[in-house]
């Protein structure tokens, strides 16, 4: 079955380091996103990807970026890690076409001390 | 830039109730997707419905059931005789023609008790 994978699940790290979230998806979608999951904010788009070599900047992405050099990967990572960057990370995919509903990972949950 | 509204923060209701949760949603697109979406305490997110802006024809599937209205632009959602499965977080989210990404709401918490 198509699925699509994130990892690590959860992880913990110090400020200042750079930090690489994989995300994985055997549908062979076109559409590519990051969201991240806070309290009283739903869920906000960080990068999304149209396709390969394709990256866009979303609502919150400061201190992230994204690279697109396969369909399968789009790994997101945190430059220099904050602690405000704490969160629960979702990567999702879809197919390029209107009123698709998105395919999401098991997300990551991402803690900076 | 569209916006998605979920003013109820938390629900929670007695098992057998029927829930409603409120979305509003701002676009300037006339062309529109609308989704509800639900997280169970296990993390994960799952697809519910959708609905295309222009079919406001109401639907009922199983125990859910929504209510679109373009006129006051809102996309409710009704869990009918509800269980305690359905405890969860349920979020609306919206997508405009030719553009993929997903805006969401806050998210609207139900705890559903036996």
């Keep these: 079955d198509a699925e699509i994978t994130q990892s690590p699940r959860h992880k913990i790290t110090e400020t200042g380091r750079q930090v690489t979230l994989a995300c994985h998806q ?25 396709g390969v070599q394709d990256t866009n900047k979303g609502e919150v992405s ?32 879809s197919e390029s076409r209107d009123s698709t509903e998105a395919f999401f990972g098991q997300g990551t949950r991402l803690t900076v001390v | 830039a569209q916006k998605v509204t979920q003013a109820q923060t938390e629900i929670s209701v007695v ?23 639900k997280q169970p305490p296990s993390g994960e997110l799952v697809f519910l ?27 409710n959602f009704t869990i009918t005789a509800s269980q305690v499965v359905d405890s969860a977080v349920y979020f609306c989210a919206l997508s405009e023609v030719n553009d993929y990404k997903l805006s969401f709401g806050a998210g609207t918490t139900v705890t559903v008790r036996a």
Aim: hydrophobic letters at 25%; one cysteine or more; proline letters at 1%.
């Design chain 1, 26 to 50: 055997t549908w062979n979608h076109n559409n590519m996103f990051w969201y991240r999951q806070d309290l009283g904010h739903g869920l906000r788009l960080i990068h999304y990807s149209y």
């Design chain 1, 62 to 93: 400061d201190g992230y970026s994204v690279s697109r050099s396969n369909t399968e990967d789009l790994p997101l990572t945190l430059e220099s890690a904050a602690s405000s960057q704490t969160s629960v990370y979702f990567c999702a995919s």
């Design chain 2, 15 to 37: 098992e057998k109730e029927d829930v409603t949760l409120d979305c509003v949603y701002e676009t300037r697109d006339t062309t529109y997707y609308l989704f509800w979406y």
């Design chain 2, 49 to 75: 419905i959708r609905r295309n802006s222009f079919d406001e024809q109401n639907e009922i599937s199983g125990r859910y059931s929504w209510n679109f209205q373009k006129s006051t632009s809102s996309f």
